[in-house]
């Protein structure tokens, strides 16, 4: 008996089940082209958003360690040189032709033709303070002579 009323309350839904089935066989469930147009526009927008932070990215990258005007501009400030100072060492890059102004850094020689450049005359002194705040002091016969004694070594 209890098969029975089983039977007949699965008859009795299935009036309702049909009922429920039928929102989704007219139609009603479809995707129209304007939400499939909006859902592709948004992935492309997210596509070229992770595109150009790649790029972003990756340029901040190279200019970090490719970039010579950074990095005159980072050594410049490690030794706490003021404004009139970079100009003039700008200025002793571009009449060296240099296309690396760092350079300045490491080369006393570069200051040494700079010194005696006529057309940076005016500036001889405060070239010699840069040379020696940013390399040292210019060796001379007398320290050469002095640093040869003390190694111990005749460098003739």
């Known amino acids: 008996m209890i098969a029975m009323y089983d039977g007949m309350a699965l008859l009795a839904d299935q009036g309702r089940l049909n009922e429920m089935g039928r929102h989704f066989r007219q139609g009603g469930g479809g995707v129209s082209f304007a939400q499939m147009l909006i859902f592709v526009l948004v992935l492309v927008g997210i596509g070229v958003a992770i595109w150009l932070l790649g790029r972003f990215v990756s340029s901040r990258e190279r200019r970090g ?85 003390f190694d111990g070594v005749s460098r003739s």
Do not use: M, N, W
Request: with cysteine; charged share 35%.
């Open 65 to 149: 360690y490719y970039d010579a005007h950074a990095l005159f501009r980072e050594l410049c400030r490690a030794h706490g040189l003021d404004f009139r100072s970079r100009r003039l060492l700008r200025r002793v890059a571009q009449r060296q032709q240099l296309a690396l102004p760092a350079r300045l850094f490491v080369e006393p020689q570069r200051f040494d033709a700079a010194i005696y450049d006529s057309d940076l005359a005016e500036h001889r002194e405060q070239l010699e303070q840069l040379r020696t705040k940013l390399i040292g002091a210019k060796k001379t016969a007398e320290t050469i002579s002095a640093d040869e004694h």
